[in-house]
Structure formats: C-alpha cells, structure tokens
C-alpha cells in the first residue's frame, strides 16, 4: 500500500460522528481551508450546484437547532449548510439533475467536508433531519437554494469508539465469468 493511501485510509476509518463539542470557537481560515477543497469534488456534467451557507451566529444557530431534531448534543459548533442551486443545476444538467444528481453531489461533498475537518482535529455532525422550509426561511435563501444537509464542525468534547461494521464478505459479490 502506498503511503497516501494508508493516510487517507486511516483518515476514513477514524472519522467519528460527534454530537458533543466543546466551546472552542472553529477559525474561520479553517472552514474556508475545508471548503476551498470540498469545491474540487465532483459533480456530474460538472455541475457544481452545491453552495454552502456558513452559519456562526449563536442565535441563529440556536433558532436552527429548534428545527432540526436531528441536531442533539451542544457545544459551540459552526453550521455549513450544503444546497443545491436547482435552478442552475436544471438548466445545465438535464433529467439527471431533477432527479438524483444534486443529491449525489451533495453527499460527496459532505463526505469531503467530514473528512477534511476531521483531518484538521475537528469533528462532525451530517444532519439530514431537519425542516426545509423552516431552514430556508431562517437562513432568507434564495427560491431556487434547497437546503439539503447541515454538517455542523467543531472541536470534538469526546470521540466515541467506532461502530460496528458489517464484514466485507457480507457486502460484496464476484462476478468474474
């Protein structure tokens, strides 16, 4: 294995879902980093529809929080939501774009933006359950925006003990003739 991959390996395999953070403040320099490479994954037909909306004031964050049951624990954590500009996402990407597509580069930006954070010693929450239009109006998105995911980064309070996996041998199937 190379040394690249056993890091990255390492990287994916010690990321942990953290619902606690502490107060510590996350710079800013920190997620515009974590952003600035995020914005190189990739997206279908290169796209780039995600737009991420960085939310840091305390009140706001608290007002989102109250629409988000997916969103436990505390601490002083930055909220990035991720949305998908659809308006441009449908004028550029075809079928695929109104369907599934935007979803996609949603999630992979996503992953990239856990993996990136947790590389720099914080931590992440992926929150999928939250209300839309409540999100929306708080955070007075554009029509076309929808927001898709919140990821909140933070300094970790504690880092929980990695879940079960299912075996390898459970999850895939040769084909080989």
Same mark, same amino acid.
């Given at each position: 294995m190379s040394s690249v991959f056993? &890091? =990255?390996a390492n990287v994916i395999m010690s990321r942990r879902t953290i619902r606690e953070f502490t107060d510590d403040? &996350?710079?800013r320099e920190a997620i515009r980093k974590i952003l600035d490479v995020a914005r190189w994954g990739p997206t279908? #037909?290169? =796209?780039q529809d995600w737009r991420f909306v960085i &939310? %840091?004031?305390? /009140? =706001?964050?608290?007002?989102?929080?109250?629409?988000?049951?997916?969103? &436990?624990?505390g601490g002083n954590p930055v909220a990035v939501i991720i949305c998908s500009d659809k308006e441009w996402a449908f004028s !550029?990407?075809?079928?695929?774009? !109104?369907?599934?597509?935007? =979803?996609?580069?949603?999630?992979?930006?996503?992953? %990239?933006?856990?993996l990136l954070a947790h590389a720099l010693g914080l931590g992440t929450n992926m929150i999928m359950s939250f209300s839309k239009d409540s999100i929306k109006t708080l955070l007075k998105l554009p029509? #076309?925006?929808?927001p898709i995911m919140i990821i909140l980064i933070g300094?970790? /309070?504690?880092?929980?003990?990695?879940?079960? !996996?299912?075996?390898l041998d459970e999850l895939i199937v040769w084909r080989e003739s």
């Amino acid at each position: 294995m190379s040394s690249v991959f056993e &890091v =990255l390996a390492n990287v994916i395999m010690s990321r942990r879902t953290i619902r606690e953070f502490t107060d510590d403040e &996350v710079p800013r320099e920190a997620i515009r980093k974590i952003l600035d490479v995020a914005r190189w994954g990739p997206t279908g #037909s290169n =796209l780039q529809d995600w737009r991420f909306v960085i &939310v %840091t004031n305390r /009140k =706001l964050l608290k007002a989102i929080k109250m629409f988000s049951p997916g969103w &436990v624990g505390g601490g002083n954590p930055v909220a990035v939501i991720i949305c998908s500009d659809k308006e441009w996402a449908f004028s !550029r990407g075809g079928p695929l774009a !109104r369907d599934i597509m935007y =979803l996609v580069h949603a999630g992979i930006a996503a992953q %990239t933006i856990a993996l990136l954070a947790h590389a720099l010693g914080l931590g992440t929450n992926m929150i999928m359950s939250f209300s839309k239009d409540s999100i929306k109006t708080l955070l007075k998105l554009p029509e #076309s925006w929808e927001p898709i995911m919140i990821i909140l980064i933070g300094y970790p /309070k504690q880092v929980p003990e990695p879940p079960p !996996r299912l075996p390898l041998d459970e999850l895939i199937v040769w084909r080989e003739s």
